[in-house]
């Protein structure tokens, strides 16, 4: 029952950066897992990068090694991306999600079963 809400997206040119939060509307809840995923019309749902909330250890699709970053706020219930480096295959509606998997590092939907509403990343060039 635990409600997800993104914000940060946005509109920037190649090269430019971006951070993204993710807020849940409860404190007490805890999930293993949060994730960033990414989706373009017509594609599949793609994992961006996940963190495993008991260990802060975070994982990333190959896409996007070395040029996001995901982390936590433990007291504001809250993960973030970091996205440096952008480009234009960037561009996607970006979701917030969580599971209580302990597998993070498996970054498919199936593990996943709550969203937030996304919010839209475009980059130009």
């Known amino acids: 029952q635990v409600q997800l809400m993104e914000s940060g997206g946005g509109s920037v040119q190649v090269g430019g950066s971006l951070r993204l939060s993710c807020s849940a509307s409860?404190?007490?809840?805890?999930?293993?897992?949060m994730a960033w995923f990414r989706q373009t019309p017509g594609k599949e749902r793609e994992g961006v990068a996940s963190?495993?909330?008991?260990?802060?250890?975070?994982y990333y699709a190959d896409s996007v090694k070395g040029r996001f970053t995901i982390s936590q706020d433990n007291a504001k219930n809250t993960v973030y991306l970091q996205m440096n480096s952008l480009k234009p295959e960037d561009t996607a509606m970006y979701y917030c999600?969580?599971?209580?998997?302990?597998?993070?590092?498996?970054?498919?939907?199936?593990?996943?079963?709550?969203w937030g509403q996304g919010t839209q990343v475009t980059v130009s060039s």
């Open positions: 999600a969580i599971s209580g998997s302990n597998y993070c590092h498996d970054l498919t939907t199936w593990r996943y079963n709550q």
């Open positions: 963190i495993y909330i008991a260990t802060d250890n975070s």
């Open positions: 409860t404190s007490t809840y805890r999930p293993r897992c």
